[in-house]
């Protein structure tokens, strides 16, 4: 076992290709107003960390500002409702909820259980009425995927207290414009 390094095989993609949650890489060059989404990890004694950001190459769209605020804020909520005693469900139908108020899906996992392994149980989603205990290691990322378009995710490690969460995870989540 590696005990220190990388998690997993970072995802970076561009403009519409961000859109795609699991984009595998291809040629595309980066272009003035592309969205960047860069998921990130590392391994320290053993444990993994998962981190996503979504940057912007020169400028960013005036359209896109409004979904990557709601992004955050989802995030923001969720993170202040992973304490113990609270469902996975409850967290995921809140994000759900917002998103759809926007007229947006969640169409990807809000999350994953995380130690030794990158993804591990529980998984984020409506379907999982698990109950979070305190000192539970989980990711939270939110995102809204336009296809062919662009997509904006924001995921954090964190750590379950009883009185809401502790990012471990830590990098500016304002627009970042390269």
């Not at 992004?71 to 998103?99: C, H, P, S, W, Y």
């Not at 205990?133 to 207290?161: A, F, S």
Request: with cysteine; aromatic share 8%; charged share 20%.
């Amino acid at each position: 076992m590696e005990l220190s390094g990388v998690a997993f095989s970072p995802i970076v993609a561009f403009g519409e290709n961000t859109s795609k949650p699991h984009h595998v890489p291809t040629d595309r060059a980066v272009q003035t107003a592309d969205p960047i989404l860069i998921d990130m990890g590392c391994k320290y004694k053993g444990y993994c960390s998962d981190m996503t950001r979504t940057i912007f190459m020169g400028c960013i769209l005036e359209e896109i500002k409004p979904i990557y605020d709601l992004v955050r804020k989802n995030q923001f909520l969720a993170m202040g409702d992973a304490k113990e005693g609270n469902t996975i469900k409850m967290i995921a139908k809140a994000v759900e909820n917002g998103f759809e108020a926007n007229k947006f899906s969640v169409i990807h996992a809000l999350g994953h259980g995380i130690g030794l392994e990158t993804h591990e149980v529980p998984f984020i989603s409506l379907k999982n009425e698990t109950l979070l205990k305190e000192n539970m290691i989980i990711t939270m990322e939110p995102g809204i995927y336009l296809p062919g378009r662009y997509g904006i995710r924001i995921e954090d490690t964190i750590l379950v207290t009883k009185n809401g969460s502790i990012q471990l995870t830590n990098s500016e989540k304002n627009y970042i414009v390269i």
